[in-house]
């Protein structure tokens, strides 16, 4: 019996030895392979250059512009209630969202916010694409009668009165729109019959020049929104020590289980399919398969938007654009 315990230990000694060779091995080994450290890189925020240039905007990257845009953003004066501005949706302190499942302008609004943080990397603008510049999605919400509910000359004339030498010193001279007779307070091709009719009465020249304002005011707040761009989070300090090689600072950057999640992220879950680069999104449109739910309405998503785009008013094709045609790239291609 002895001599059998004592075989028995020498081998569950040989067997424990062998295994701590096995786990000093596996410990000695590199925590992610070459491939999985470039995708891992290529998610890095590091890699994000500045927006693409929107050729449709000549102020798209001027201070004064932004600043004014800024002074938009911010002014519940845009809007029928004068209590409803773009930041009312889209709130700095909940990443440029509201955190509602349907946002609140005037009224109810069918889909929820999306938010602002980068959006000027992205060729669309929208749940469904229906915009195609940053300029052209500001203009959208102010005349939806459920988000900002106004109109054109309202616009105009709070520019005017508020705003005018910031605005004149980006876009020059506004028109004389203290003439009320050319230049009515209410008027827009809205939804509101008054306005509609009143818009309809204005000479085209006047319309053309109010639209232009329009236009203008849209390519002030996206030259602020283009400004908005992502800082890093834990994951980006992360990379940065695995690119230094500093193994103290990526212990510190993220947990065990939440490399965990990262392995499965660029792995067995093909998560990078969808969210890649360092955006973590391709900027495309995806059917999820889900139907509908009951009394909300049937979202058909970019089968809808793609005509809304190719017939806006100020998309990159339109005599509001800056660019020329053959720049329209997406809009052509589309």
């Known amino acids: ?42 998610l890095w925020l590091d890699q994000l250059g500045p927006p693409p240039p929107d050729p ?9 512009a932004a ?14 209630n004068g209590r ?22 005037v009224g109810a609004v069918r889909r929820n916010a999306p938010t602002l943080v980068g959006v000027a990397h992205s060729a669309w603008q929208f749940w469904d694409g229906r915009k195609d510049s940053v300029w052209a999605q500001a203009l959208g919400p102010l005349e939806d009668a459920n988000e900002h509910g106004g109109n054109r000359t309202q616009y105009a004339h709070l520019i005017y009165r508020h705003h005018r030498d910031a605005y004149e010193a980006v876009f ?16 827009g091709p809205v939804a ?17 020049a109010i639209s232009r304002v329009y236009a203008n005011l849209g390519k002030a707040i996206a030259a602020f929104v283009r400004r908005i761009q992502p800082g890093p989070a834990r994951f980006d300090a992360y990379v940065a020590a695995l690119v230094a090689g500093d193994a103290a600072a990526a212990r510190a950057a993220l947990d065990a289980e939440e ?7 660029i792995g067995k879950g093909n998560c990078t399919q969808c969210h890649n680069g360092p955006l973590l999104a391709n900027h495309d449109f995806h059917s999820t398969g889900t139907p509908p739910s009951r009394g909300v309405f ?26 020329a045609p053959e720049r329209c790239l997406e809009l052509r291609f589309l």
């Open 1 to 42: 019996m002895n001599a059998k315990r004592v075989a028995l230990g020498l081998v569950a000694l040989a067997l424990l030895a062998a295994a701590g060779a096995a786990g000093a091995w596996w410990l000695n080994q590199p925590e992610w392979t070459a491939e999985e450290l470039a995708t891992i890189r290529s």
């Open 56 to 64: 449709s905007n000549a102020v798209a990257d001027d201070p004064e």
């Open 67 to 80: 600043a004014l845009g800024r002074a938009v953003f911010f002014d519940a004066r845009f809007s029928a």
């Open 84 to 105: 409803v501005s773009c930041a009312t949706c889209h709130q700095p302190g909940k990443a440029f969202t509201d955190g509602l499942p349907q946002s609140r302008g």
């Open 172 to 187: 020059g001279p506004l028109p004389p729109l203290d003439d009320a007779a050319r230049f009515p307070p209410s008027a």
């Open 192 to 208: 509101d019959a008054e306005a509609r009719a009143a818009w309809e009465a204005m000479d085209p020249a006047d319309r053309d």
């Open 259 to 265: 490399k965990a999640g990262l392995r499965l992220f």
């Open 298 to 323: 049937a979202d058909r998503g970019r089968a809808d938007g793609i005509p809304l785009a190719r017939d806006d008013e100020f998309n990159c094709l339109s005599g509001y654009s800056d660019a």
